[in-house]
């Protein structure tokens, strides 16, 4: 796996080793490419993110800004550690997004991740920028 780097507070990770993307950070957030000659145009990353704070420990809701060129988020996966907590793989989202965690994960500890599905429409001038990918607690 390639090192965490920070994205407002969380990290992206990308196991370059298995998936033909590069990543790049400037100051709007992550940008996230295929590589030019990359056979797929399907791809998953995860973002760690804080661990909520003492008293806050139900997840209501995972929201992401994000801008598009050709590229949509096609899943979301929640996690506490290694357990999965919640999925929606009915997205489609081109832009900002936020989808309620129903019933509501209750963190238990071992840190917080979410897995998002991310789909390219070609390997040439595709990409996608996150911003910001968060977790709100109550």
């Avoid at 790049?24 to 995860?46: D, E, N």
């Avoid at 050709?70 to 899943?75: F, G, L, M």
């Avoid at 929640?78 to 989808?99: I, R, W």
């Amino acid at each position: 796996m390639s090192h965490p780097h920070a994205t407002h507070g969380s990290g992206v990770i990308v196991n370059k080793e298995e998936s033909q993307v590069t990543v790049s950070y400037s100051g709007a957030g992550s940008i996230i490419k295929p590589v030019p000659s990359s056979q797929t145009l399907a791809f998953t990353v995860r973002f760690c993110i804080d661990s909520p704070s003492y008293g806050k420990l139900s997840a209501r809701k995972i929201a992401a800004l994000l801008s598009t060129r050709d590229a949509y988020v096609r899943h979301v996966i929640l996690y506490f550690g290694k357990t999965p907590m919640f999925k929606n793989d009915d997205l489609s989202s081109q832009s900002n997004f936020d989808t309620l965690i129903e019933p509501m994960a209750v963190y238990k500890g071992k840190g917080v991740s979410l897995e998002l599905g991310i789909e390219f429409a070609n390997n040439i001038g595709s990409q996608i920028q996150f911003e910001s990918v968060n977790v709100e607690w109550v």
